[in-house]
């Protein structure tokens, strides 16, 4: 029984769950599913790995530019891998199967879904560019202080905003999860040339030009500014401004393009 000038509840309507329990309850179920496939993070270590291991003598490090820059290398084929390779592909996979189209009748909202995903994702770039540090500090004799660890941190979540906005893209883009896979593998091969030939000159100064400036150049750039902390430079301002051109670039054309079904 209302009190008089009470308003009626609704007919056949229900209050939906609070959004922290929604969005709670699919962390969890994110979680879960990465705890499940972490043998996938650790084959992402591979390729780092093996940048640090193929660059070890002296000669190779100052090919490269360094150590530094040897270790953002890697950091940054790390992140890229997990991007292109593991999020663009696994999205694609779940829009074939249907996830989507069944979360969307759930009563969480559309980027809470999103926003879940690319969160573990994100757990799982901060564990890659941890271990490469480390991995790479014993392997070419850097002892990176606290401070540094800490930017490390700081810009692997914009290195991992980058390359997941170019993951985002591409499914945005891509419907199928065969063709997502076959681009993701050609753009991940030609991002890795970029960076390593690039880096080394072996391209010629206008090839090293577009390297240095492509996703994988500019993220790499920063790490190698953080690692060495170095004063800050207008190339170290110019890469940081090309990282976040990426981000708004790729962002926009995978949400604006992005198709909840695989039709």
């Known amino acids: 029984m209302t009190s008089p000038g009470a308003d009626p509840a609704p007919q056949g309507t229900a209050a ?40 070890a003598g002296t000669r190779a490090t100052r090919r490269f530019g360094g150590a530094e820059f040897v270790i953002g290398l890697a ?28 979360l969307r009748v759930t009563p969480a909202p559309a980027w809470t879904i999103m926003v879940s995903r690319l969160a573990m994702q994100a757990v799982a770039n901060l564990v890659i560019a941890i271990g490469v540090v480390i991995v790479g500090g014993l392997i070419h004799h850097v002892s990176p202080s606290a401070a540094q660890y800490a930017l490390v941190l700081l810009v692997s979540i914009l290195a991992g905003a980058v390359f997941l ?14 063709s997502v896979q076959a681009v993701a593998r050609v ?46 430079s207008s190339t170290d301002t110019l890469s940081l401004l090309a990282c976040l051109g990426y981000i708004v670039v790729f962002a926009g054309i995978g949400i604006r393009w992005f198709r909840w079904d695989a039709r």
Do not use: C, N
């Open 75 to 102: 950091i940054s084929y790390g992140l890229l891998s997990t991007a292109l390779i593991g999020y663009a592909l696994t999205v694609a996979r779940d829009r074939e199967k249907g996830v989507f189209q069944r």
């Open 165 to 178: 906005s170019l993951g985002q893209a591409l499914v945005g883009l891509v419907r199928s999860a065969d």
């Open 187 to 232: 753009l991940f091969a030609v991002l890795v040339l970029l960076g390593i030939l690039g880096q080394s000159e072996a391209l010629g100064s206008f090839w090293s030009s577009v390297a240095r400036w492509s996703p994988v150049g500019a993220v790499m750039t920063l790490f190698a500014g953080v690692l060495g902390l170095h004063a800050w």
């Open 16 to 55: 939906g769950p609070p959004l922290r329990l929604v969005f709670g309850s699919l962390l969890r179920a994110d979680f879960s599913v990465f705890l499940r496939h972490r043998r996938a993070l650790i084959i992402s270590m591979l390729l780092p790995v093996f940048v640090l291991a193929s660059t």
